[in-house]
């Protein structure tokens, strides 16, 4: 089996001419660990920002609350994308080898997952995607303001910027904000490929157990997967909160407008995230019913040997009932059948849903402060710790 499973090694979703172009320089570190790409993409246009901003003269403003939105996507969301993507690229792998070695995908369905694998791998080595949403960000950039979408905020618009920021704004407009849609259109594909390729896996014929131990046929381990979206899900929100943040300072939105943003994080998540485990539901649910009916059928039968045994006219020489082993066998029985009716059709747990939602809040309680400022609440604290 570890022979055949070797077949099946390095399934990865990294790849294309930015992956490629990093992994010659060397920010590309074991063929999967990408933060150092990730923090040079999301730091020499900053660096480059700030200087620009300084030569024009406004230092002062490229720090105020009301372009923060700046700082958390060229310093935060940029890098964040990258972790996410060198935390995922082992996990995937895993997934991979783990369905293989526990014969989910038995050894007559390997040939056709070894071929969707080599499909996966020549369309994220292909240079078609990247340059697609490249020039789809090129094109957004460009048409951005004229479809006034840009938003509300400097940070958003240069044209709203301070008069002496006009060269570090327009930096940020065409290059900045150009990268940062790039590479969230690079993700988004990324997503959609690992969509198709679980799609792909549920159509093989699986050999599914429903009595798993992991609550989901055997295939538990790719919630382990899902867990490590987690960075990408605190990138999403973080730039949210930055728009939030940068329109509750400038006096364009109140208070009440973190909710409906934060739900839509939260539905966001849902969608990207949590979305894609529902594709082998269908499969997870045909094998449940399969397994009831099955295990019904079964302790039927074992049942009715019981009864003729124990409680019916039995013979005088049978074996005493003290210690006897079919009373443990009835009940792992009835066991068994209570894990096949709670076997969860969807490979989500409670505590995987409860990760997502600390991630995405995380970046919102900040946001607090612009009601209850750190002052007042000091005050008020100190006030009822010492009854003054």
């Given at each position: 089996m570890m022979e055949e499973s070797g077949r099946f090694d390095?399934?990865?979703?990294?790849?294309?001419?930015?992956?490629?172009l990093g992994h010659r320089v060397g920010l590309v570190r074991d063929e999967t660990n990408t933060v150092r790409l990730g923090l040079a993409l999301g730091v020499i246009p900053w660096l480059i920002l700030m200087v620009l901003a300084l030569i024009e003269g406004a230092g002062h403003q490229i720090f105020s609350p009301s372009v923060i939105g700046v700082h958390a996507r060229l310093l935060l969301a940029i890098p964040l994308f990258f972790l996410c993507e060198s935390l995922l690229a082992p996990r995937l792998d895993m997934f991979v080898r783990t369905i293989i070695r526990s014969e989910v995908v038995p050894l007559h369905a390997q040939p056709a997952l070894e071929a969707e694998i080599a499909r996966i791998h020549?369309?994220?080595d292909s240079w078609v995607p990247d340059t697609v949403s490249l020039l789809a960000a090129i094109v957004f950039s460009v048409f951005a303001s004229q479809l006034h979408i840009s938003g509300t905020t400097a940070a958003y618009d240069p044209s709203r910027a301070a008069p002496e920021m006009m060269l570090a704004a327009q930096w940020y407009l065409i290059v900045c904000l150009t990268?940062?849609?790039?590479?969230?259109l690079r993700w988004l594909?990324?997503?959609?490929?690992?969509?198709?390729?679980?799609?792909r896996v549920?159509?093989?014929?699986?050999?599914?157990?429903?009595?798993?131990?992991?609550?989901?046929?055997?295939?538990?381990?790719?919630?382990?997967?899902?867990?490590?979206f987690t960075p990408l899900i605190l990138a999403i929100s973080l730039v949210q909160a930055a728009m939030l943040?940068?329109?509750?300072?400038?006096?364009?939105a109140s208070f009440e407008a973190i909710y409906p943003a934060f739900a839509l994080v939260l539905m966001a998540v849902a969608v990207l995230f949590l979305g894609p485990m529902f594709i082998l539901t269908p499969r997870l649910w045909a094998s449940r019913v399969k397994g009831l009916s099955d295990y019904m059928v079964f302790g039927s039968s074992y049942v009715n040997g019981f009864n003729s045994k124990w409680l019916g006219k039995g013979e005088p020489d049978r074996e005493p009932l003290l210690g006897t082993?079919?009373?443990?066998s009835l009940a792992d029985l009835g066991n068994s059948i209570s894990v096949v009716r709670e076997m969860r059709v969807v490979p989500i747990s409670l505590f995987l849903v409860k990760d997502y939602v600390l991630v995405a809040l995380l970046p919102f309680l900040p946001l607090l402060l612009f009601k209850y400022p750190v002052a007042d609440l000091a005050e008020k604290f100190f006030a009822r710790l010492t009854g003054l």
């Amino acid at each position: 089996m570890m022979e055949e499973s070797g077949r099946f090694d390095n399934f990865s979703l990294l790849g294309g001419p930015l992956h490629r172009l990093g992994h010659r320089v060397g920010l590309v570190r074991d063929e999967t660990n990408t933060v150092r790409l990730g923090l040079a993409l999301g730091v020499i246009p900053w660096l480059i920002l700030m200087v620009l901003a300084l030569i024009e003269g406004a230092g002062h403003q490229i720090f105020s609350p009301s372009v923060i939105g700046v700082h958390a996507r060229l310093l935060l969301a940029i890098p964040l994308f990258f972790l996410c993507e060198s935390l995922l690229a082992p996990r995937l792998d895993m997934f991979v080898r783990t369905i293989i070695r526990s014969e989910v995908v038995p050894l007559h369905a390997q040939p056709a997952l070894e071929a969707e694998i080599a499909r996966i791998h020549r369309w994220k080595d292909s240079w078609v995607p990247d340059t697609v949403s490249l020039l789809a960000a090129i094109v957004f950039s460009v048409f951005a303001s004229q479809l006034h979408i840009s938003g509300t905020t400097a940070a958003y618009d240069p044209s709203r910027a301070a008069p002496e920021m006009m060269l570090a704004a327009q930096w940020y407009l065409i290059v900045c904000l150009t990268l940062f849609r790039f590479l969230m259109l690079r993700w988004l594909w990324r997503l959609g490929l690992w969509c198709f390729f679980l799609w792909r896996v549920s159509r093989l014929d699986l050999q599914l157990t429903p009595t798993h131990p992991d609550g989901t046929a055997g295939l538990g381990y790719l919630e382990v997967v899902h867990a490590h979206f987690t960075p990408l899900i605190l990138a999403i929100s973080l730039v949210q909160a930055a728009m939030l943040a940068e329109e509750l300072s400038s006096g364009m939105a109140s208070f009440e407008a973190i909710y409906p943003a934060f739900a839509l994080v939260l539905m966001a998540v849902a969608v990207l995230f949590l979305g894609p485990m529902f594709i082998l539901t269908p499969r997870l649910w045909a094998s449940r019913v399969k397994g009831l009916s099955d295990y019904m059928v079964f302790g039927s039968s074992y049942v009715n040997g019981f009864n003729s045994k124990w409680l019916g006219k039995g013979e005088p020489d049978r074996e005493p009932l003290l210690g006897t082993s079919d009373l443990q066998s009835l009940a792992d029985l009835g066991n068994s059948i209570s894990v096949v009716r709670e076997m969860r059709v969807v490979p989500i747990s409670l505590f995987l849903v409860k990760d997502y939602v600390l991630v995405a809040l995380l970046p919102f309680l900040p946001l607090l402060l612009f009601k209850y400022p750190v002052a007042d609440l000091a005050e008020k604290f100190f006030a009822r710790l010492t009854g003054l």
